[in-house]
T-cell receptor, first 119, second 114 residues
Framework: GAVVSQHPSWVICKSGTSVKIECRSL??????MFWYRQFPKQSLMLMAT?????????EQGVEKDKFLINHASLTLSTLTVTSAHPEDSSFYIC???????????????FGPGTRLTVL | GDSVTQMEGPVTLSEEAFLTINCTYT??????LFWYVQYPGEGLQLLLK?????DKGSNKGFEATYRKETTSFHLEKGSVQVSDSAVYFC?????????????FGAGTRLAVHP
């Protein structure tokens, strides 16, 4: 099956530093990747959608300069949390969409998530 | 806009009990419907999906039928196990939006006791 990995699985950083999270599709090409944020015991909130080779599309209320997304290849997207603060602490999950064609055939496969703690 | 409504949890069951988690949706187009499961500390795993009306998705004993007339996609399992304890998310994907963005329900926590 389609596998998506994330690295690191958890990270602790000091306030003011930047953190980069990688999302990789291991056995398929992902033309589109998504980044979500999940607070404890809550649902997933879509932050942005990224397509390979183009700028990411951010959801309303998500700061583009705060959460930098790069989708450099068909198997890799990165999320950089710049100048992180304690309120950025959260569980960040990526997903990758394998484009097989046909209506409804495009399923998202999720990574295991990255837990970010900002001290 | 599109939305998904799930029954609130937590749902607590004894092993081998019957499970139903209700999910209804609102969409302007013709969405695909999904159930995802999240185990503690992990990301989401696709459990099952249905892409058109009257389709039945099934996996690992779980089933859900795409009901357009009632705009529902209820999740069922005939006999739950302790290992089914997790959070279950209902979601829809409306291709008319362009990138097949997933819209999630709030999630329903299931706890199965021996």
């Amino acid at each position: 099956g389609a596998v998506v990995s994330q690295h690191p699985s958890w990270v602790i950083c000091k306030s003011g530093t930047s953190v980069k999270i990688e999302c990789r599709s291991l056995d398929f090409q992902a033309t589109t990747m998504f980044w979500y944020r999940q607070f404890p015991k809550q649902s997933l909130m879509l932050m942005a959608t990224s397509n390979e080779g183009s700028k990411a599309t951010y959801e309303q209320g998500v700061e583009k300069d705060k959460f930098l997304i790069n989708h450099a290849s068909l198997t890799l997207s990165t999320l950089t949390v710049t100048s992180a603060h304690p309120e950025d602490s959260s569980f960040y999950i990526c997903s990758a969409q394998e484009r097989k064609g046909g209506r409804g055939a495009n399923t998202q496969y999720f990574g295991p998530g990255t837990r970010l703690t900002v001290l | 806009g599109d939305s998904v409504t799930q029954m609130e949890g937590p749902v607590t069951l004894s092993e081998e009990a019957f499970l139903t988690i209700n999910c209804t949706y609102t969409a302007t187009g013709y969405p695909s419907l999904f159930w995802y499961v999240q185990y503690p500390g992990e990301g989401l795993q696709l459990l099952l999906k249905a892409t058109k009306a009257d389709d039945k998705g099934s996996n690992k004993g779980f089933e859900a039928t795409y009901r357009k007339e009632t705009t529902s996609f209820h999740l069922e399992k005939g006999s739950v196990q302790v290992s089914d304890s997790a959070v279950y998310f209902c979601a829809l994907s409306d291709p008319s939006g362009g990138y097949n963005k997933l819209i999630f329900g709030a999630g329903t926590r299931l706890a199965v006791h021996p």
